[in-house]
């Protein structure tokens, strides 16, 4: 089993010693976010590797051998954003980028670069966020990352809920081709010169036309070199979306174990957020000490044990 921590909030960042005292627990619970009163128990046992997505990995990383060393040396993989927006856009992650920085070499010097993939995600365009602009903007990351990394993913704003709401703040505009030829040839370029690999994944733009390599954020192949295990004695299976989505996603399927509403970076083009008044009063109701992110158990939760 992956374990994805997490797409849904950045636990890293603002609920590590509650991932810390989860691991110490042997088990973690997450809620359906479809059906709370559904909860699915994950017991670390059954844990093959761990992804930890982040924008801002400072806070876990107290907390990361400690966890390694009650895990037996589960591989940890690390999903780390670095976008080059502002205070506009990433009110609080904004502040904070030369610490990440920082943070994504020492890691790859700690777990290998190999387990460190960049994401330069969302890609979005406006007057003040032009192609130009993100040209620029990739090529300065580039010179800060090269010796941290071996892949870069990046993606494309989604009109998801918050940000629809959020657009007059974003004056989102629309991606055409000759944008997605200069993103597609500039980006390739400048990562191949450096021998990283460099790709879309879930996206219905195919930029492989442009230099793009294929990929996927964690792939079958990835997970099978990693563990070191032949493939019939995985059982991966692929990540799976709604029908009425337009786009392939290469990526293996991982338990999420974040809630929605939780994040406290109030980006404005996030897709977990979609409500930021509730991310307050979620806040709230989280305990280092219970079992899931945010809240408790009820007497009327129904506890399954997701099995590996």
Same mark, same amino acid.
């Not at 037996?72 to 080059?84: K, S």
């Not at 892949?151 to 709401?165: A, G, M, P, R």
């Not at 070191?228 to 059982?235: C, N, R, S």
């Given at each position: 089993m992956i374990l994805f921590v997490s797409g849904r909030s950045d636990i890293a960042t603002y609920y590590?010693?509650?991932?810390?005292?989860?691991?110490?627990?042997? $088990?973690?619970d997450t809620r359906n976010p479809f059906n709370p009163k559904l909860i699915s128990r994950i017991y670390f046992k059954n844990i093959d590797m761990i992804v930890f997505c982040s924008k801002n990995i400072?806070?876990?990383?107290?907390?990361?051998?400690?966890?390694?060393?009650?895990?037996?040396?589960?591989?940890?993989? $690390?999903?780390?954003?670095?976008?080059?927006?502002n205070e506009?856009?990433?009110?609080?992650?904004?502040k904070n980028k030369k610490m990440i920085i920082e943070d994504i070499n020492y890691l790859a010097k700690k777990y290998g670069k190999e387990n460190i993939f960049i994401r330069y995600d969302p890609i979005l365009k406006n007057k003040r966020y032009t192609i130009s602009f993100h040209l620029k903007a990739f090529n300065k990351l580039i010179q800060l990352i090269k010796d941290a990394t071996e892949?870069?993913?990046?993606? $494309?704003?989604?009109?998801?809920?918050?940000?629809?709401?959020n657009n007059k703040f974003l004056n989102l505009e629309e991606f055409d081709e000759s944008d997605y030829k200069l993103i597609g040839e500039s980006f390739s370029y400048l990562s191949h010169l450096y021998n990283i690999k460099i790709f879309t994944c879930g996206e219905k733009e195919d930029l492989t036309k442009y230099g793009f390599d294929k990929g996927a954020c964690i792939s079958k192949e990835f997970i099978i070199n990693t563990l070191?295990?032949?493939?019939?004695?995985?059982?991966l299976k692929k990540q799976t979306f709604r029908k009425d989505n337009k786009f392939t996603c290469n990526c293996v399927q991982m338990v999420d174990i974040g809630a929605y509403n939780s994040c406290l970076s109030m980006c404005k083009y996030c897709y977990a957020n979609?409500?930021?008044?509730?991310?307050?009063?979620n806040y709230k109701h989280h305990d280092d000490d219970s079992s899931l992110l945010i809240g408790k158990i009820e007497k009327e939760s129904i506890i399954k044990e997701r099995k590996s």
């Open positions: 590590p010693k509650w991932f810390y005292n989860r691991v110490k627990e042997g $088990f973690v400072r806070p876990l990383l107290p907390y990361l051998e400690k966890i390694k060393s009650l895990l037996d040396d589960i591989p940890f993989v $690390f999903h780390l954003t670095l976008t080059p927006y506009d856009i990433e009110p609080i992650i904004a892949n870069i993913v990046i993606s $494309f704003v989604d009109y998801y809920k918050n940000t629809l709401k070191k295990k032949d493939e019939k004695d995985l059982k979609y409500n930021e008044d509730d991310v307050l009063i």
